[in-house]
């Protein structure tokens, strides 16, 4: 079994900074991608961060240059520092890690509970 625990969420000014964390445990070999999604009130989801194995790093276009997304492979964890933040980056954040149970097993993506970001005045 793996586990998935997210921490970092709360309420924040416009133009403040929050970090969220996120760290898997359990049965792990190893972990492919990981990285961080939203769900908008209304429940629209987007991608807002990811990064791989290999390093490889994408962003959604509305957070390139205010969030940076960063893995720690020996606590096979994943943040998103935010910064800048705006009301519209209001959104329940969840992380998500591609686990390998062996060297020959698919990833399988396993998801954090949530947390909730809100950024307003």
């Known amino acids: 079994q793996v586990q998935v625990l997210e921490s970092g969420g709360g309420l924040v000014q416009p133009g403040g900074s929050l970090t969220l964390s996120c760290a898997a445990t359990?049965?792990?070999?190893?972990?492919?991608?990981m990285g961080w999604y939203r769900q908008f009130p209304g429940n629209q989801r987007e991608l807002v961060a990811s990064v791989s194995s290999g390093g490889r790093i994408n962003y959604s276009e509305s957070v390139k240059g205010r969030f940076t997304v960063s893995r720690d492979n020996g606590k096979n964890s994943v943040y998103l520092q935010m910064n800048s933040l705006k009301p519209e980056d209001t959104a329940d954040y969840y992380c998500?890690?591609?686990?390998?149970?062996?060297?020959?097993?698919?990833?399988?993506?396993?998801w954090g509970q949530g947390t909730q970001v809100t950024v307003s005045s």
């Open positions: 998500f890690v591609g686990v390998r149970s062996s060297e020959v097993a698919l990833a399988v993506i396993h």
């Open positions: 359990g049965r792990i070999f190893s972990i492919d991608d």
